[in-house]
């Protein structure tokens, strides 16, 4: 549930208004310098409740999660970034240091793994590092819920419980209207975004394809008519039209075919540099080859049959007379 500027009254709000959400864990934002052995790091302040580390499946690498007993207490739970940096300086276990954030001292007592990138995830776990919410409203004396994030029922719908949530808030903030944010909604949103990436790129591919069609074309109409005299000779000694027409169309084709051979071995070499260098998965479908290798094919053979027919055509008295 995304929303700023909210009071703290929402946090305390029962979670029997909301049936369809097995958990929720608000949290507020900030941000500071920690100081460590007369070091400064940059940090995300998250305020948290006890129910965040379970709502957001954090694993913990050391020590153990903020609880509600700590909320008002100096405590905090490092994020991955903060740890490896403390790791560097020589730090093999930070549980148990004391830190100096917003001129308190906190101490810490826990580091968390990484958590995998999510769109409904706050980006702040990584980042930086998580005290107590009433502890950070003390010690900055803002009353500030960023968001909350919620989980849903087994068998709870988004729909029922985005109207519960919509309840329970106008119950506490008269007139206000909370924005919420699902997977299934974000999951819609980028099968749009996808919808419309491979239309636009069916476009510009359908408009590479009319241009590298008419280039096979007009070298096929220039092949045809630097090679008249062939042409005429072979229908001599007793070719058909159907054998020119037929030459001429192998030659397009193969033409395309090896064009497209080397069109494919870029895409793939590409898409392996891409993946490699901003570490994704990478894997290629058998599929889009075998479509790349047919349409090539089919390219040859549309754009290489007006040259073919333009060279069976010919009449063999004007092309023996070709120089």
């Not at 519960?164 to 099968?191: D, H, R, T, W």
């Amino acid at each position: 549930i995304g929303w700023c500027d909210w009071s703290s009254d929402v946090c305390s709000s029962d979670l029997a208004l909301c049936p369809s959400l097995v958990s929720m864990a608000p949290y507020g934002t900030s941000f500071a310098q920690m100081r460590f052995r007369g070091q400064e790091y940059a940090a995300s302040i998250m305020g948290v409740t006890g129910g965040f580390h379970t709502v957001n499946k954090l694993k913990m690498v050391k020590g153990r999660p903020i609880s509600e007993l700590d909320q008002g207490a100096c405590n905090c739970v490092l994020g991955e970034r903060l740890t490896s940096q403390l790791r560097q300086a020589g730090v093999v276990n930070p549980v148990g240091l004391n830190v100096m954030l917003l001129d308190n001292v906190f101490t810490v007592i826990g580091c968390v793994e990484r958590a995998p990138d999510n769109a409904l995830r706050p980006m702040e776990i990584n980042d930086g590092l998580m005290i107590p919410y009433w502890t950070l409203k003390r010690i900055t004396g803002t009353d500030r819920v960023e968001a909350i994030v919620g989980r849903l029922r087994p068998n709870a719908t988004v729909a029922r419980a985005q109207a519960q949530v919509q309840n329970a808030v106008g119950l506490v903030l008269k007139g206000v209207q909370p924005s919420v944010n699902s997977a299934e909604a974000l999951i819609e949103q980028m099968n749009r975004q996808m919808n419309l990436l491979t239309l636009l790129l069916g476009v510009v591919g359908s408009i590479a394809l009319v241009v590298g069609g008419v280039g096979v074309m007009n070298v096929m109409l220039v092949s045809v008519s630097e090679r008249r005299r062939e042409i005429g000779i072979r229908r001599a000694i007793g070719a058909k039209r159907q054998d020119i027409r037929t030459q001429f169309l192998i030659e397009s084709l193969l033409l395309c075919l090896v064009g497209g051979t080397f069109g494919i071995a870029l895409g793939i070499g590409g898409a392996w540099g891409i993946a490699k260098y901003q570490a994704w998965l990478f894997f290629v479908t058998p599929e889009a080859v075998w479509l790349g290798v047919g349409v090539s094919a089919m390219v040859g053979i549309f754009f290489g049959y007006y040259p073919a027919r333009q060279a069976s055509h010919l009449r063999i008295i004007e092309a023996l007379r070709s120089t």
